[in-house]
């Protein structure tokens, strides 16, 4: 692993635990996460996205976070996958904390940002809005 990655990864790890110190302070918040490992894409898969998803989602819960997990999605289950996640955030009401991790090929395009399903064919920028997320 990247030596940028692991020191993120600690950061995020030091931060979660910082968070889960005012947990017993705020017991009323409703914590919410997202976190998705998407590896399997077909050009040129990615070797440690799902376990770096993993350790990310167990850091979350030991921080009192209810943890929606999930890997390897295609585009039609990422989009359900977000649209549950934001129903979710919304039905937990105005006080909740909503944390969303993402390891896996992202891009950008004129100033907007996109994650990309495993199934993501893309050949050209106009694809993009279309396929990714």
């Given amino acids: ?55 990310i989602a167990q850091t ?14 295609d585009e039609e289950l990422l989009r359900q996958t977000f649209r549950d996640f934001v129903d979710a955030v919304r039905s937990a009401g105005p006080g909740a904390v909503a944390a969303v991790y993402f390891a896996g090929y992202g891009l950008q395009l004129e100033g907007e940002n996109y994650l990309l399903p495993i199934d993501a064919d893309i050949s050209d920028a106009s694809d993009v809005p279309l396929r990714a997320v």
């Fill in 1 to 55: 692993m990247p030596r940028f990655l692991k020191t993120f990864l600690g950061l995020l790890a030091i931060f979660v635990i910082v968070c889960a110190a005012r947990a017993d302070a705020a017991p009323s918040e409703k914590r919410l996460a997202l976190v998705v490992g998407n590896a399997s894409y077909k050009a040129k898969p990615l070797t440690t996205a799902v376990n770096d998803a993993a350790l």
């Fill in 60 to 73: 979350l819960r030991a921080a009192g976070f209810d943890v929606m997990g999930a890997r390897d999605l």
